[in-house]
């Protein structure tokens, strides 16, 4: 429902992310239990900590439909000692006034000195021992999410990661500083600069739309880590599936696109990539994959990070026209952060609506989380809105500076959705959506309360300036 302004001022926010030019793209987890019940039968078992792949040198095993791992590697990690008994083969851990004690072979272990029963006792494979992964997480205080579809357990300790605020920035000309002049004057609240400048070509070659040298030179000056992004738009202005399906889908043309990517960022001095294909044709979904594995074996040894932007979605379908070629479970594990851009839930050629509702942001979350460590997770937020006719013929895309600067002209303010919490303008057959810095606020809340890495903003200088002290606010 609808209702005159709403200020807030008391959450905090905060905007951005990436993915296209300006229009951007449209774009219960199980116990950890499976049908096999043979130790060690499915194999590439991942288990995160915080995000944080834990480092093993005994794989976790699945025995009962229970996962086990090496106690000592584990227990460090969540910050308790571990002591070994040979004479008994038990294991003691300590941590926080809790004491657990486990016996090999045992279905009983000790908590406080009090027995408790064990669905699966633990084991010893290769030298190690190895521990049910849930009862001692959850025992040292942690939550334990099996995800069976990206076959990992998830271990959050409850602690937040810092705060990050990236920027998508986009130059098209030498006359074009809207990004740059928001950059001068906000940049101390921004930590990651994305140069949307690079088109990857279908035969793996890269065109450099605009150099963005002022931007490079500010990031060396004050320490800000930049990266580069890498797009398949084409002449026309949109995302170009078949660019993209003829790169993905030969192997020569990936690796050409990887050793430019890798001479680009050498040269340059960039932090990192960020590949943002979009439009991809949904029978690519595992040469995407592959060309994500390919880049982060090039990139990792040289310590570069690669980082991706990829639809969001609340679910996986792999037929779906847009978003079906991105794999969550399959690209987590890969990319050191990945960027969902959660914008166009009502886009430019739809019925009116909001670019972004809470309810939408919040099932979108939800999933992600499932599919990856949400500490690599960071949410692409709009700096924009559409403009419909209520004629039904398609929108034009509007900032939020416009939308704001309009309403200023008109000596108005705009309704609030109360469903959506997003604000909405209905002027002279019109109706407009957008994203403000009060919409913002309950997205940042949300980033909080799901543990992710921070939020990215489509794009520098179409904010509204209201955001940047929330986000000062929000990183202190």
Same mark, same amino acid.
């Given at each position: 429902?609808? !209702? ?6 008391? %959450? ?17 987890? *199980? ?42 590697? %584990? ?9 070994? *008994? ?9 941590? @926080? ?7 090999? /072979? ?26 049910? %992964? &849930?009862?001692? #997480? ?33 130059? $098209?000309?030498?006359?074009? !500083? ?19 400048? $690079?088109?990857?070509?279908?035969? #793996? ?14 990031? @060396? ?11 398949? +738009? ?26 430019? +990517?890798? *001479?680009?960022?050498?040269? @340059? /001095? ?38 991706? =932007?990829?639809?969001?979605?609340? !679910? ?14 399959? +690209? ?13 839930? !009502? ?5 009116? /609506?909001?670019?972004? =509702?809470? #309810?939408?942001? &919040? ?36 900032? =939020? ?13 705009? *309704? ?61």
């Amino acid at each position: 429902m609808l !209702h005159r302004t709403r200020a807030l001022g008391l %959450l905090l926010a905060f905007s951005l992310l990436a993915a296209g030019v300006f229009l951007p793209a449209r774009g219960v987890v *199980a116990e950890d239990s499976t049908n096999g019940s043979t130790i060690g039968a499915p194999v590439g078992i991942a288990v995160f900590v915080d995000g944080e792949r834990l480092g093993v040198d005994v794989p976790p095993q699945l025995s009962n439909g229970r996962v086990l791992v090496p106690i000592r590697a %584990l227990a460090q990690r969540l910050g308790a000692q571990v002591d070994w *008994a040979a004479s008994d083969q038990s294991i003691i851990i300590s941590a @926080k006034g809790l004491s657990l004690r486990f016996e090999v /072979g045992s279905s009983r272990a000790w908590k406080n000195g009090q027995p408790v029963g064990l669905d699966q006792p633990p084991l010893i494979v290769g030298g190690r021992t190895l521990v049910p %992964l &849930r009862f001692v #997480g959850e025992n040292l205080g942690a939550s334990v999410q099996w995800v069976g579809e990206a076959r990992s357990v998830l271990v959050n300790t409850g602690q937040s990661p810092d705060f990050s605020v990236v920027g998508y920035y986009v130059q $098209y000309n030498a006359f074009d !500083h809207e990004a740059y002049d928001t950059l001068v004057q906000q940049g101390d609240k921004i930590d990651y600069l994305v140069a949307f400048q $690079y088109a990857l070509e279908a035969d #793996g070659s890269v065109n450099t739309t605009y150099d963005p040298a002022e931007m490079l030179q500010y990031a @060396k000056r004050y320490g800000k880590q930049a990266l580069a992004l890498f797009h398949n +738009i084409g002449p026309t202005g949109n995302f170009d599936q078949a660019v993209a399906h003829s790169l993905l889908s030969d192997p020569a043309a990936r690796h050409r696109a990887e050793e430019n +990517i890798y *001479a680009i960022l050498s040269t @340059k /001095g960039y932090r990192g990539v960020n590949v943002d294909l979009e439009n991809l044709d949904p029978q690519d979904r595992d040469n995407y994959t592959g060309f994500l594995k390919e880049l982060q074996a090039r990139l990792h040894p040289a310590g570069y990070l690669v980082t991706v =932007s990829v639809p969001a979605k609340t !679910h996986d379908d792999p037929n779906a026209p847009w978003s079906g070629a991105f794999d969550y479970a399959a +690209i987590g594990p890969v990319a050191d952060q990945v960027l969902i851009m959660a914008y166009d839930e !009502h886009y430019q050629f739809g019925v009116p /609506g909001p670019v972004a =509702s809470l #309810g939408w942001i &919040r099932r979108v979350m939800d999933y992600a989380s499932q599919m990856m460590p949400p500490r690599k997770l960071v949410l692409g937020i709009a700096a924009y809105g559409y403009d419909w006719p209520t004629d039904g013929s398609a929108a034009r895309a509007v900032t =939020s500076q416009q939308a704001l600067r309009d309403l200023t002209l008109r000596n108005s303010s705009p *309704a609030w959705d109360y469903d959506a919490e997003v604000p909405v303008d209905q002027v002279g057959g019109h109706v407009r959506y957008f994203e403000d810095a009060d919409s913002t606020a309950f997205k940042l809340q949300q980033v909080f309360q799901h543990h992710w890495a921070g939020v990215a903003i489509w794009r520098l200088g179409f904010e509204d300036p209201r955001l940047w002290p929330q986000l000062a606010a929000s990183k202190g």
